[in-house]
C-alpha cells in the first residue's frame, strides 16, 4: 500500500512549474503593492472624468472595494507563494535530507501531497487574478468614470480585461487540472 501513495517522481518539470507559479506571484504581489500605496484618492483631479457629469464620478464604495480587492489579491498570491514554496521544500526533503542539490530529478514522494499542494497553490494564483482584475475594474471606474455611464474609455479599458483574463484563468485551469490526472 505505501508502494501506491509513495512513489519515485521525476519531479524536475514540478519543482520548475512551481518555481514559475512563485515567480508570476511575486511580480503580480509587486503590481498590487503599488496599486495599494498609490491609492487614487477621491479628489477631482485625480480622475479624468468630467466634473459637469457628477454621475460619472466614483464614489467612495468603489474606492473602498479597490482597496479591498488589492488585499484580497496580495493575500492569494502570497498563500499561493507559500504553498508552492512549502511543496518545493517537500521534494527536496523527499531527495535525502533537504539540502540544495539543484534540480531535484527522481525524488520519494506523496503523490497525492505533491498533486494537492500544486492544486492549491495554482487555487490561491487564480484567486488572485481575480481580485486583482477586480481592483482593475475599480481603478478604472475612478479614473475614467464609472460603468454605469457606459464612457467608451471606461468600456474600452474594461472590456479586453474581463474578457482576456478569464479566457486565460481557464486555459490555466484546464492545464492544471490536465496535470492533476496524469
Same mark, same amino acid.
Given at each position: ?110 503523490? /497525492? ?5 500544486? &492544486? +492549491?497553490?495554482? !487555487?490561491?494564483? #487564480? @484567486?488572485g487574478c481575480v481580485f486583482l482584475m477586480l481592483a482593475l475594474v475599480d481603478l478604472v471606474q475612478i479614473k475614467l468614470g464609472t460603468l454605469s455611464c457606459r464612457s467608451w474609455h471606461s468600456l474600452a /479599458? ?5 474578457? &482576456? +483574463?478569464?479566457? !486565460?484563468?481557464? #486555459? @490555466? ?10
Amino acid at each position: 500500500m505505501a508502494s501506491v501513495s509513495r512513489r519515485q517522481f521525476n519531479t524536475s518539470i514540478h519543482i520548475m512549474a512551481l518555481d514559475g507559479i512563485v515567480n508570476v506571484n511575486s511580480l503580480f504581489t509587486f503590481a498590487v503593492f503599488l496599486g495599494i500605496a498609490w491609492y487614487p484618492t477621491a479628489d477631482p483631479a485625480a480622475t479624468l472624468v468630467s466634473v459637469a457629469d457628477p454621475a460619472c464620478v466614483a464614489d467612495a464604495a468603489i474606492g473602498e472595494s479597490l482597496i479591498a480587492f488589492h488585499v484580497y489579491s496580495f493575500s492569494s498570491f502570497l498563500f499561493s507563494s507559500l504553498v508552492a514554496s512549502a511543496v518545493k521544500q517537500a521534494i527536496r526533503m523527499g531527495q535525502g535530507g533537504g539540502e540544495d542539490r539543484g534540480i531535484a530529478m527522481n525524488s520519494h514522494i506523496n503523490a /497525492a501531497t505533491l498533486r494537492v499542494g500544486i &492544486l +492549491v497553490s495554482a !487555487a490561491g494564483s #487564480v @484567486f488572485g487574478c481575480v481580485f486583482l482584475m477586480l481592483a482593475l475594474v475599480d481603478l478604472v471606474q475612478i479614473k475614467l468614470g464609472t460603468l454605469s455611464c457606459r464612457s467608451w474609455h471606461s468600456l474600452a /479599458a474594461v472590456g479586453p480585461l474581463v474578457v &482576456l +483574463v478569464p479566457f !486565460a484563468l481557464v #486555459v @490555466f485551469v484546464g492545464l492544471v487540472l490536465y496535470a492533476f490526472a496524469r
